[in-house]
């Protein structure tokens, strides 16, 4: 099943902002947008937006996603070292009838 | 608190079969659609199947269609996945999780397809 498109990799200097794509198509993420899920190596994944726009409680507001068209976006400000992570977009296919997952963008914070 | 643990993980030969169990506390798990998602060593995410609170609708990933079956058991909030005919490409660490949020995560458990 086809996934949602993301760069390998984005890095960013400290306090710097990053902005992260996830590009889908009309059945995916032009439909619903998608989640963004933030990933520390050996650790599980950690949900850092649904609902296209909405933060979890704890979830810090330097990371705001927004949703345009066939692409969602995660921001993240005033970076650091701890945000450096894997960043990975989730969408539901209605044509597939299957969840679909980016391959992940690697965050380095130099 | 929320808390998601899987097991059931170990090593098989292919051709094998395991049977995944996710035990569910700290929320209401009959209220929730759940999932299950893996990720192979050095992978991404890949979704493998999820199910309706009452099991009324189920999906697969086309790659474990036939294979597997997922179920769930409310009365003891337990999330399942019966995995059946495995190949070295199900290698991977397999975590349950809710759908569509996708809020709560376990800490995994390993599945080794090996010879």
């Known amino acids: 099943q086809a996934g949602l498109t993301q760069p390998p990799s984005v890095s960013k200097g400290l306090r710097q902002t990053a902005t992260l794509t996830c590009t889908g198509n009309?059945?995916?993420?032009?439909?619903?947008?998608a989640a963004w899920l933030q990933q520390h190596q050996g650790r599980p994944p950690k949900l850092l937006s649904y609902?296209?726009?909405n933060r979890p409680s704890g979830i810090s507001e330097r990371f705001s996603a927004s949703w345009s068209g066939n692409t969602a976006s995660l921001t993240i400000t005033g970076l650091q070292s701890e945000d450096e992570a894997d960043y990975y977009c989730?969408?539901?296919?209605?044509?597939?009838?299957?969840?679909?997952f980016g391959e992940g963008t690697k965050l380095t914070v130099l | 608190e929320v808390q998601l643990l899987e097991s059931g993980g170990g090593l098989v030969q292919p051709g094998g079969s395991l049977r995944l169990s996710c035990a569910a506390s700290?929320?209401?798990?009959?209220?929730?659609?759940m999932a299950w998602v893996r990720q192979a060593p050095g992978g991404g995410l890949e979704w493998v199947s999820s199910?309706?609170?009452?099991?009324?609708?189920?999906f697969y990933a086309d790659s474990v269609k036939g294979r597997f079956t997922i179920s769930r058991d409310n009365s003891k909030n337990t999330l399942f996945l019966q995995m059946n005919s495995l190949r070295a490409e199900d290698t991977a660490l397999y975590y349950c999780?809710?759908?569509?949020?996708?809020?709560?995560w376990g800490r995994g458990t390993l599945v080794t397809v090996s010879s």
């Open positions: 999780t809710n759908v569509p949020d996708l809020d709560y």
């Open positions: 700290g929320f209401i798990f009959s209220s929730y659609d």
């Open positions: 199910i309706a609170t009452t099991g009324g609708w189920i």
């Open positions: 009309s059945f995916n993420v032009g439909n619903q947008g």
């Open positions: 609902r296209n726009t």
């Open positions: 989730s969408a539901w296919d209605s044509s597939l009838g299957a969840r679909v």
